[in-house]
């Protein structure tokens, strides 16, 4: 540790937001960075502690709260070496784990944030922002690409299917292997969630654009507009590649069973945040007036909740009104939810704040829609209830204005169609299938989940696949 003393003499300093009044009128990114001196003493805070349960990666059962990063990155180690101004080697050892800091430094909630010791007696170690800054430094000097190249090839072909984050890292991996790897996306762009589940001033297009672009640069091949299944059979991957990796993701979002669920102007949050991704790219700053006047119901309180709100406000919407079916968290840890576990508490995210700022307080707890209401086959308002155990209470509805309802409610899992064409039967917890040439990795393995988990997943099976093709 460069300095023992760093935490007591520096105190947290976030990269700063744009204000809310600015920034909601683009799509641009939210994000600011500090300068290089700044930086370097927000790494100095790391404390070389004992152990270090940032990158312990603890997970409990029964729905209890996790602790630490699941993806054993080696935290302590690269703050140090900010701190000195190594930064290659810094570099270095934070992608020997994490294959997407890239995009981790810009959207992952930080676990390891809130494991960290100083979390204890105050603000953790602004981990996040430090590794943003190590992977900056990384495109701007030319070592992501080396990093990505591999000495030799082994001869061995391997097909991804999927190119989020779980069949990038995957590939990434394997080509660092010396396979050939060819990745198969059925969007017209690659980066699965990150390119139209994330929108763009949360996570910028262009950063996930020159991710994709170093894939093909260490010589990764690149396939858009193919649909496995429909557009090339499974037999003919099978056929022309030693083996198979499926990373589809969790693709298939809950749904609301309600009167009125058939009008038009009621979409599924990541198919609304898709197009109005294709938007932005597409038209620009015409995006940001095509709500102009609209009221919109968001269903659904977690991060695709939040990133909707802050969407449809840069889109001009009227006013926003946000259900959640859950009953509000405790603003303080209970208890029960000690350190180094998640907080399990009241959070206000950049949607839910810039709506704030617009209408006030839009977010109810323990509330859903029961109906949809239209003209001319349109929404135009909804039916609302107070739930008890996740169930309508009768009598206890009141009605609100709808002209765009976003259903945000998670997802129930992988499209089982995709392994029913390669007869896969069984998902095991080592990436296998009860077929030996097919592998499975991210979501669409372990169900829904953060960004890191994902690379984690991808980092693991490769290893698992290069094992298999190396016997």
């Not at 557009?231 to 309600?258: K, P, Q």
């Not at 095509?290 to 449809?312: A, E, P, R």
């Not at 609100?400 to 499209?415: I, N």
């Not at 393995?445 to 690379?455: H, Q």
Request: charged share 25%.
């Amino acid at each position: 540790m460069a300095d023992p003393k760093g935490f007591l003499k520096y105190g947290r300093k976030d990269n700063p937001m744009r204000p809310i009044m600015q920034r909601i009128k683009d799509f641009d990114a939210m994000e600011l960075d500090l300068d290089d001196g700044d930086r370097r003493q927000q790494a100095a805070r790391c404390m070389n502690c004992g152990i270090p349960f940032c990158h312990h990666g603890v997970f409990y059962g029964g729905g209890r709260a996790v602790a630490g990063c699941p993806n054993d990155n080696l935290i302590p180690e690269w703050n140090d070496l900010v701190y000195q101004s190594r930064d290659q080697q810094a570099f270095e050892r934070l992608t020997k784990t994490n294959y997407l800091p890239d995009m981790t430094g810009r959207v992952c909630p930080a676990p390891c944030e809130a494991a960290c010791v100083q979390a204890l007696n105050g603000p953790g170690i602004t981990i996040r922002n430090n590794e943003k800054f190590i992977i900056e430094q990384g495109f701007k000097y030319g070592w992501v690409v080396d990093s990505g190249k591999p000495l030799h090839r082994t001869g061995k072909k391997i097909a991804v299917i999927g190119s989020g984050p779980a069949g990038i890292s995957v590939a990434w991996r394997l080509n660092q292997l010396g396979h050939s790897v060819t990745i198969f996306e059925r969007d017209d762009r690659f980066g699965g969630l990150l390119m139209y589940g994330i929108p763009n001033m949360k996570l910028p297009k262009n950063i996930v654009e020159r991710r994709i672009e170093t894939l093909r640069q260490v010589g990764i091949e690149l396939v858009a507009n193919t649909e496995v299944g429909k557009d090339i059979s499974a037999d003919e991957l099978r056929n022309r590649f030693d083996r198979i990796v499926i990373c589809t993701g969790a693709r298939e979002a809950r749904n609301l069973d309600v009167e009125g669920r058939d009008l038009k102007g009621i979409y599924q949050a990541v198919d609304y945040l898709r197009l109005s991704t294709q938007a932005i790219m597409n038209d620009g700053v015409a995006a940001t007036t095509s709500l102009k006047g609209k009221h919109v119901l968001v269903l659904g309180g977690g991060d695709t909740g939040n990133d909707c709100i802050g969407t449809v406000i840069r889109q001009g919407c009227a006013g926003i009104t946000q259900l959640e079916i859950n009953p509000s968290l405790p603003k303080e840890r209970t208890e029960a939810n000690q350190w180094p576990e998640w907080p399990m508490v009241q959070k206000n995210g950049y949607g839910q704040k810039e709506a704030r700022a617009l209408f006030g307080d839009i977010t109810s707890y323990s509330k859903t829609a029961t109906a949809f209401y239209g003209k001319n086959g349109v929404v135009t308002e909804a039916r609302i209830s107070h739930v008890k155990n996740h169930q309508p209470i009768p009598g206890d509805e009141t009605t609100v204005k709808a002209d765009l309802v976003l259903l945000a409610m998670g997802f129930k899992g992988a499209e089982q169609w995709l392994f029913d064409q390669f007869n896969v039967t069984k998902r095991n917890k080592d990436y296998t299938t009860n077929d030996s040439q097919v592998f499975v990795a991210g979501d669409c393995r372990r169900g829904p989940s953060l960004v890191i988990w994902d690379i984690h997943e991808g980092r693991m099976c490769a290893e698992k696949v290069d094992a298999t093709l190396n016997v």
